[in-house]
């Protein structure tokens, strides 16, 4: 599977994004898909994960619950990650991933898109 994230951009604190991955390749309905994001200097950390059927429990870092919100689109083959209430703190590249298990390692997932860049400023 191949993976395209979108939506990145300069955005003021407070203010809000829409990230979107769009995935080329077969059976994207049976992949757990999953945002992470690495700022510099830092690991690559878990932002969201949502899985492959519908009503599966989504998963969210600490950092973001309440405020980013990750959905999909298996008719589109697109996941996306609303993110409002934007801090400076959330200034990163933004990657999606996809595997075929549940998990919120970087490490456990086999497949990623390039990454986009969401900066906050202050």
């Known amino acids: 599977v191949q993976l395209q994230a979108s939506g990145g951009g300069l955005v003021q604190a407070g203010g809000s994004l829409r990230l979107s991955c769009a995935t080329s390749?077969?059976?994207?309905?049976?992949?757990?898909m999953a945002w992470f994001r690495q700022a510099p200097g830092s690991e690559r950390e878990f932002v969201a994960g949502i899985p492959w059927w519908s009503g599966g429990i989504l998963s969210y870092a600490d950092s973001v619950k309440g405020r980013f919100t990750i959905s999909r689109d298996n008719a589109k083959s697109t996941v996306y990650l609303q993110m409002n209430s934007l801090k400076p703190e959330d200034t990163a590249v933004y990657y999606c991933?996809?595997?075929?298990?549940?998990?919120?390692?970087?490490?456990?997932?086999?497949?990623w898109g390039k990454g986009t860049q969401v900066t906050v400023s202050s």
């Open positions: 390749g077969r059976s994207f309905s049976s992949y757990y």
């Open positions: 991933a996809a595997s075929y298990r549940v998990t919120t390692m970087s490490r456990d997932m086999p497949y």
